[in-house]
């Protein structure tokens, strides 16, 4: 089976730009959670989403957003970029979420100038 | 702040050795526990979890320990391999009004050299 895909791998944008990342899950996994990495801060939960709906939520600001598709695809958006927004941003999947494992993507590398 | 964390950033053994891994976790209500591994470029990989009913766990060449005690969780690693090498990340679920999160500790980077 395959694991968790994340599209792009890396990505370099600029102050006040936006960027959309992509997350493909594990097939028949329903919950997709995205995370942000940084060595300042370490894995941050950033939300989760579940049959298309936003279940939980972390501690960031509203200029994060994302969303997840029929499919159980999801996207996750940042707009207006800041330089602190730089990260890998990681996407995981499970079955339904609540109680089962969370299985990692490679991450997307986002570097802002 | 964060409820995870880690007592060392860094770990250096030798290969053959057994290494153990520590993490403190602040939420007693905790009920389930997982650690991760991350190798360089890839993302965390699961490795072994436990839950609160439980005070032992074991896999293959892993031990997981959970003392509820004094909020304790180890992860002690047999016959530690150079493919071991990575950072490892203990991490806690916290249940939102109706989705989970995991919280993670700061993560301590396993060295193993031949």
């Known amino acids: 089976k395959a694991g968790v895909t994340q599209t792009p791998r890396y990505l370099i944008k600029t102050r006040g730009q936006q960027v959309t990342l992509s997350c493909s899950p594990i097939s028949g996994h329903r919950s997709v959670s995205w995370y942000q990495q940084t060595p300042g801060q370490g894995l941050q939960f950033l939300f989760e989403?579940?049959?298309?709906?936003?279940?939980n939520k972390g501690n960031f600001p509203g200029r994060f957003s994302g969303r997840q598709f029929s499919n159980s695809r999801s996207e996750m958006n940042v707009s207006t970029l800041e330089l602190g927004d730089s990260a890998l941003y990681l996407c995981?999947?499970?079955?339904?979420?609540?109680?089962?494992?969370?299985?990692f993507g490679p991450g997307t590398r986002l570097t802002v100038l | 702040g964060e409820s995870v964390g880690l007592h060392l950033p860094t770990l250096s053994v030798q290969e053959g050795d057994n290494s153990i891994i520590n993490c403190a976790y602040s939420n007693s209500a905790s009920d389930y526990f997982i650690w991760y591994k991350q190798e360089s470029g890839k993302g965390p990989q699961f490795i072994i979890d436990i839950r609160s009913n439980m005070d032992k766990r074991q896999g293959q060449r892993v031990t997981v320990l959970l003392n509820k005690t004094v909020k304790h969780l180890s992860l002690q690693i047999a016959a530690t391999q150079p493919g071991d090498s990575a950072v490892y990340f203990c991490a806690e679920r916290q249940e939102g009004q109706a989705g989970t999160a995991l919280i993670f500790g700061k993560g301590t980077t396993l060295s193993v050299s031949s």
């Open positions: 989403y579940f049959s298309e709906t936003q279940r």
């Open positions: 995981a999947s499970s079955v339904a979420g609540r109680t089962d494992t969370q299985y």
